[in-house]
């Protein structure tokens, strides 16, 4: 199977005008190509394929006027082009946008697809020889390819694809469901126990420090040498943000994972929820970035991740006797079901809520994915761009035993 260990890398200033000239080169070549492969499909109704492309490119290079595209490696050009393919193929299959054009203000990137190893403690990359590297586990497998990108904040990262080994693991564990909110940002049942887990709110936490950077940005003249200095320092707040977020639900993910076979979750809706007036919250909280997290964790060691369908009214649920009740709204976090009185915490009943019904998916289910997401006979891995039919009548759900 492959992996990817990310690495921060330490260029010296020679290494970081190769990356530069690099970074240009490569973005050059994409945003020439979709101009041209756009025109050419205005004027003649077809596109043109990467075999086209890296033909082309040859009698480019031999052109006066493009001569400075052969100071770069010639493999990492024509990676940007099967990229340029692939971000087609998925606008085709709807999996994507339209490609954009690049911009040199972002985040820059470039894939060396071979000739890479690791030696005296570095990285060694095409045409420009051994790169300070802090590694952080070693490396067995061959190396497929590396991708080198450097932040808004000139800071350079790789991303190291390797081979190695398929993890033969018989994970054993509890079956545990996870509810998301902002109050609480995890609620968690085992069948036995509830456990709640406060948000950190890190956009929050440094708003005070981000308001006072972007204020003196804006008083800095456009296009001064102090406006682009004063750029970085906003920037460095926003990856300040952006890291302490991602430690956070990376620690909170590997604690879940660790003391689980089975995690239940419920498939929200989460980019219609950012359109609403919480949207501030919803997105400083990372639920998407979570269970992401989570997905990608369980697979690597074997276990199941079971995702309930984003129609399941797993709040409105009475866990007791079944009864749901329309009249609950989002402020309200306590209530009493007028069927049985039973008292309900919000969040504490619609774990429970989640946890029979992704039993019972996983009883009924039997594709034997590690990514499950069922509602009935609709049963389809979670991502996948497959139409089905369905009928209208549906089977009566089977109640698991837990």
Not at 131 to 139: H, L, P
Not at 256 to 276: F, P, S, Y
Request: positive net charge; proline residues 2%; glycine residues 4%.
């Amino acid at each position: 199977m492959l992996d990817v260990l990310k690495v921060r890398i330490y260029p010296n200033k020679g290494q970081q005008q190769a990356l530069a000239k690099s970074f240009g080169c490569s973005r050059f070549v994409f945003n020439y190509y979709l101009n041209k492969t756009n025109t050419q499909y205005e004027e003649t109704g077809k596109g043109m394929s990467y075999y086209d492309m890296a033909k082309d490119l040859t009698q480019l290079k031999k052109l006066s006027d493009y001569e400075w595209l052969t100071e770069v490696t010639a493999a990492t050009l024509q990676q940007t082009l099967k990229n340029l393919e692939s971000a087609f193929k998925n606008f085709f299959s709807k999996r994507a946008r339209f490609p954009k054009f690049k911009s040199k203000h972002r985040k820059q990137s470039i894939r060396y697809p071979e000739s890479c190893s690791i030696k005296n403690g570095g990285l060694k990359l095409p045409k420009l020889g051994i790169v300070k590297a802090n590694i952080s586990k070693s490396i067995n497998g061959k190396i497929k390819s590396v991708t080198v990108s450097q932040t808004s904040t000139d800071k350079y990262f790789a991303a190291i694809l390797f081979e190695t080994d398929d993890l033969t693991t018989n994970k054993k564990g509890k079956i545990t469901s996870i509810d998301l909110g902002l109050s609480n940002l995890v609620t968690t049942f085992d069948g036995k126990d509830f456990d709640k887990v406060d948000p950190i709110k890190p956009t929050r936490k440094y708003a005070k420090r981000l308001r006072r950077r972007q204020q003196a940005l804006s008083r800095k003249k456009k296009g001064s040498l102090n406006r682009q200095k004063q750029v970085k320092r906003v920037a460095r707040v926003h990856e300040k943000i952006a890291k302490t977020r991602q430690d956070f639900l990376h620690k909170l993910s590997r604690k879940l994972v660790d003391e689980n076979q089975v995690i239940i979750a419920e498939n929200l809706c989460i980019k219609g929820l950012a359109r609403t007036k919480l949207a501030k919250s919803i997105l400083d909280a990372g639920w998407g970035m979570l269970l992401n997290f989570i997905s990608h964790k369980l697979d690597r060691e074997g276990a199941i991740f079971v995702q309930v369908d984003r129609f399941f009214p797993s709040s409105k649920l009475c866990n007791s006797c079944k009864v749901k009740n329309n009249s609950l709204n989002l402020s309200i976090r306590e209530w009493v079901c007028p069927e049985c009185k039973t008292h309900h915490d919000r969040d504490e009943n619609a774990t429970q809520n989640l946890r029979e019904e992704g039993i019972r998916i996983l009883l009924t289910n039997t594709v034997g994915h590690t990514e499950i997401q069922a509602c009935g006979e609709t049963v389809r891995l979670n991502g996948a761009c497959i139409k089905e039919q369905v009928s209208v009548k549906q089977e009566s759900p089977v109640t698991a035993q837990a």
